[in-house]
């Protein structure tokens, strides 16, 4: 789209897509180094935070090496963790499991139940307060090259193509960022992340990247029913043993209730609804006391990065490097992430700003490799590498048992494992089995007091896109749904997709089917680009602002 179009340019030293805890952070110790480095920061939500959810328990461990007195200036780490517990479900009852019986990173506490897109919020403040420049409602949607084929920038802002692709009567054409290196930090799965990853051959080598979907509420709960500090972990019913996933809950704030459910997405069964799961998941006993007499006020969903350190890619490329979940640093067991996005953030600020003090630009970052390679954030990984593999294996119940073991003895062995360093396998859209083989799921009815239907859900997500703009889902071939997806797997993406994206529609007779794609639901959280069996759905970015406004996520 960018061929072809003159656009004004304009000069930073670096240009950091996306305002997440990754690029917020590389932003902050940037200038740090230097009041007078040039840096940009630009995101596609409508503001900072609009498209940040998390659980979120944080480790501040992050944050702390960041701005030592964080704290004491205003950070939003609301309230610190006073319990924790973790509990194997059945359909009524459930076991709870010993957390001195857990590796000990798998205690929460020292941490912090919080808002991660506050705490966005926050580190947005801090930045702009030592001069750098913030755009939001700015989607990054094209890489720039030079004339080696280093990447010198982005393109942002580009407004006004209509529905058909034409320039409307609102069309702005961008402008081009160029920067000596341009860093990626969109999240999970994002579009600028892929092309990279394609062009420059970052993950030869390595295993493939592997997702689960995470989907949120938070609830407002009466003060007989609160209880700030509490963290409660689950796994389990309503899964079955063979789909790997569990939940989280934590009590916090202006008695708020984060609840959320995770599915891994190499589950088998093309049948199964991640949405439907979640919300019959909250009728049990166990969750459903904490809910009792309260008020959902906010809904959301996002992919999760679980592919560890066997799926890390190659960090740098020409021009730039990839940061935080677009490198994939969540560390499964723990169910965390923003902290190594932090630390990933000031390593890659830190190289980059040697490199331009010696006179650098657009060349490979080898150092922040290097210092990854040393870093904390690599241990941390070492140490839990095998907690999916295993489970993606061995199932939740033998594969739990096992990783906790493995975790354990890695632990007290300098990292050393009976396991060695287990692959993944299969990719999530590979692992999705043939319709024929499983058996449908007929989920219960949403009771509209601790369930509900997805799209007064996706109401509360606040989600809004131009109508009169080209659909960010592509298709590559538009036959694919109805021809082979719907015979083969029963169409899945009316299934996973947690927004009512997608839908097979029928004539009166009940013949013909058509796929259908309601783009305007659409949340963000990339599940179709992953999950699609035949990876025909290609996700993109919309025009800037578009997407869920998340408060308090």
């Known amino acids: 789209m960018s061929e072809g179009v003159e656009r004004e340019s304009m000069e930073y030293d670096v240009v950091v897509v996306g305002a997440g805890p990754s690029g917020l952070a590389a932003a902050i110790r940037l200038k740090q180094l230097s009041p007078d480095i040039s840096v940009a920061v630009i995101e596609k939500g409508s503001e900072v935070g609009a498209h940040i959810l998390s659980g979120a328990v944080i480790d501040p461990i992050g944050l702390s090496e960041l701005l030592p007195n964080a704290k004491e200036m205003g950070a939003p780490l609301e309230t610190p963790v006073t319990q924790d517990k973790f509990l194997l479900l059945g359909p009524q009852g459930s076991l709870e499991l010993p957390m001195w019986a857990m590796p000990k990173y798998m205690n929460n506490h020292g941490n912090y139940i919080a808002s991660l897109a506050n705490v966005c919020r926050w580190l947005g403040q801090q930045a702009e307060g030592l001069g750098v420049e913030i755009y939001p409602g700015m989607a990054a949607s094209d890489l720039v090259f030079n004339e080696d084929g280093a990447v010198k920038g982005v393109v942002a802002g580009v407004f006004g193509i209509d529905k058909d692709g034409n320039k409307g009567p609102d069309y702005q054409p961008g402008v081009e960022l160029h920067a000596k290196y341009t860093f990626i930090g969109e999240g ?88 439907d799961e979640f919300q019959r998941f909250k009728h049990h006993p166990d969750v459903a006391q904490h ?85 904390w954030v690599r241990k941390e990984l070492h140490k839990v590498r095998n907690a999916k593999p295993l489970l993606s294996k061995y199932g939740t119940a033998l594969g739990g048992a096992l990783g906790m073991m493995d975790m354990h003895m890695v632990n007290m062995l300098g990292g050393f494992s009976l396991f060695g360093t287990m692959g993944h396998g299969k990719s999530d859209a590979e692992s999705t ?20 239907d997805k799209l007064s859900s996706v109401f509360l997500s606040n989600t809004n896109h131009d109508e009169n703009q080209p659909a960010h889902l592509k298709l590559k071939d538009p036959t694919v749904p109805v021809s082979v997806n719907l015979p083969k797997y029963g169409e899945p993406a009316r299934l996973y997709c947690p927004a009512g994206v997608y839908e097979v529609l029928y004539d009166e007779q009940g013949n013909n089917p058509r796929f259908q794609i309601n783009f305007q639901n659409c949340v963000h959280c990339k599940t179709c680009d992953i999950k699609d069996p035949s990876q025909n759905i290609v996700w993109t970015t919309p025009q800037g602002g578009d997407g869920p406004n998340y408060p308090n996520m």
């Open 291 to 375: 809910l009792e007499g309260g008020k959902r006020i906010a809904y959301g969903a996002r992919a999760i990065s679980e592919g560890g350190l066997q799926s890390v890619p190659k960090l740098y490329f020409p021009g730039g490097v990839l940061m935080g979940d677009s490198a994939g640093f969540v560390n499964v067991p723990r169910i965390k992430g923003s902290h190594n996005a932090m630390k990933s953030g000031m390593m890659a600020a830190e190289a980059a700003f040697a490199a331009i003090q010696a006179g650098r630009a657009c060349d490979e970052l080898v150092e922040y490799d290097e210092a990854f390679q040393r870093s």
């Open 433 to 452: 089995g043939l319709a024929k083989d499983h058996k449908p799921i007929v989920y219960p009815k949403p009771d509209g007091v601790l369930s509900f």
């Open 188 to 275: 999970v799965r994002g579009s600028l992340a892929k092309v990279l990853k394609s062009k420059f051959g970052l993950s030869e080598g390595r295993e493939p990247e592997k997702f689960g979907i995470g989907l949120k509420e938070i609830w407002q709960v009466p003060d007989e029913v609160f209880r700030p500090g509490f963290v409660q972990h689950t796994t389990g019913w309503p899964l079955d043993n063979a789909t790997g996933g569990g939940s989280w809950m934590y009590h916090f704030g202006d008695n708020y209730v984060s609840i959320g459910f995770v599915v891994h997405l190499n589950y088998k069964n093309p049948w199964l609804s991640p949405f």
